[in-house]
Structures are given as structure tokens and as C-alpha cells.
């Protein structure tokens, strides 16, 4: 069974500051991508990530896939209470019986103060 | 909108009772999964289905059916459901079937069991 741990479970920063949220796992991935949750809706997209060390910026989000394809992080500069949520990592394996499955990690929630 | 729907938005039933969630996927996405969100399980993947047919099966019980229909519509049915039941049950879909092809999630269904 692939799993997918993240940490930390929660963080809670003020508005401005500097963060990272880890995802790790023992088994190797196709590709990783991140979602952000509000509460009563769906996860939204923010990225995947598909190359061993790849690095990817969304404004002030950086991704970045491990070499070995087995972890990834997610660092936000300059948080702003807009960034509060739940993040989710989710792992997925090009192929066989698991086809379209993700595994996703336990979840970041997110607190940004003003 | 990620353009993916789901209904009900909100069901509360009672233990042993039998419900169907339905889903309608982005237009133009071939590939339906379902997922369950618990406090204490985080996001499970359930099953997937492309253009109709199963593709991947993940922690489904075996009170829990799927199906897609010809009209890319698909619906999850859950039987003699118990207390544990009670979770947020998203819908997402993607072009093609492997994880390759990005996932956009629906709102949700909030099934409540009492």
C-alpha cells in the first residue's frame, strides 16, 4: 500500500511569513500534484509535477518533486491570510490495476492571521 | 466552478437505508472517479470509471456500487449504510483514463447517517 505523509498537520503563521508543507513517501510516483481545500467544497488543482526535481512557481507558490520521485514540498512566500486552507499532496501510478488512483496525503491545514 | 456537478449537495438519511449520489463530469472529460473524505481517513479513493467501463477499484465496500452511464453521467449508490458512512463524497473527473490527465474535483455530497 502506497501512502503519502505530510507534515506538519497544521500551521498557523501570520500574514507575511515564509512556509513550507512536506509530502513524503517510501514508494515512487508517476507524477504529484497539489490541491487546496476550503471547507464545504471540492480540492482545486494547483499543480502537478511529473520529473524528478522538477520545480515549479505559481505566483508565490513554489513546487518542487524530489529526485527520486518519492517526496515533494510546497513553499509560500509572503503568506496572506487568502492562502488559508487545507493542502493536499496526492501521488499517482501511471499503471497497472491502480490506473487513475490517487493516494492522497492526510492534509495541511492552513491558518494565516492578518 | 470546476465544471463538474454533483447532487444532492447535502443528504442526511437514516441507518440501513439505501442512497445514490450522482455526478455529471467536466464536458468533454471521459473519465469519472469517486472519492470519500472523513475527519479521521482524509481522501479515499473509491473507484474509477472510463467512457463506462470500471478502470480502478480502491477501498470500495461491497455495500457501495458504481456505475457510468452512456451519458458520461454516473451515480454511487450506498446500501444498509451505518453510522460510519457519514462522510463528503466528491466526484471528479479527467480527459482520459490514467493519472496522466489531471482530476477536477466537484462541491461534494455531505451524506449524513443517523
Known amino acids: 500500500t502506497q501512502l503519502l505523509e505530510q507534515s506538519p498537520q497544521f500551521l498557523s503563521i501570520q500574514e507575511g511569513e515564509n512556509l513550507t508543507v512536506y509530502c513524503n513517501s517510501s514508494s515512487v510516483f508517476s507524477s504529484l500534484q497539489w490541491y487546496r481545500q476550503e471547507p464545504g467544497e471540492g480540492p482545486v488543482l494547483l499543480v502537478t509535477v511529473v520529473t524528478g526535481g522538477e520545480v515549479k512557481k505559481l505566483k508565490r507558490l513554489t513546487f518542487q518533486f524530489g529526485d527520486a520521485r518519492k517526496d515533494s514540498s510546497l513553499h509560500i512566500t509572503a503568506a496572506q491570510p487568502g492562502d488559508t486552507g487545507l493542502y493536499l499532496c496526492?501521488?499517482?501510478?501511471?499503471?497497472?490495476?491502480?490506473?487513475?488512483?490517487?493516494?492522497f496525503g492526510q492534509g495541511t491545514i492552513l491558518t494565516v492571521h492578518p | 466552478d470546476s465544471g463538474v456537478t454533483q447532487t444532492p449537495k447535502h443528504l442526511i438519511t437514516a441507518t440501513g437505508q439505501r442512497v445514490t449520489l450522482r455526478c455529471s463530469p467536466r464536458?468533454?472529460?471521459?473519465?469519472v472517479y469517486w472519492y470519500q473524505q472523513s475527519l479521521d481517513q482524509g481522501l479515499q479513493f473509491l473507484i474509477q470509471?472510463?467512457?463506462?467501463?470500471?478502470?480502478a477499484k480502491g477501498n470500495i465496500l461491497e455495500r457501495f456500487s458504481a456505475q457510468q452511464f452512456p451519458d458520461l453521467h454516473s451515480e454511487l449508490n450506498l446500501s444498509s449504510l451505518e453510522l460510519g458512512d457519514s462522510a463528503l463524497y466528491f466526484c471528479a473527473s479527467s480527459v482520459g483514463p490514467g493519472v496522466a490527465y489531471e482530476q477536477y474535483f466537484g462541491p461534494g455530497t455531505r451524506l449524513t447517517v443517523t
Open positions: 496526492a501521488g499517482g501510478n501511471a499503471g497497472g490495476t491502480s490506473y487513475g488512483k490517487l493516494t
Open positions: 464536458s468533454g472529460d471521459l473519465s
Open positions: 470509471y472510463y467512457n463506462g467501463e470500471e478502470r
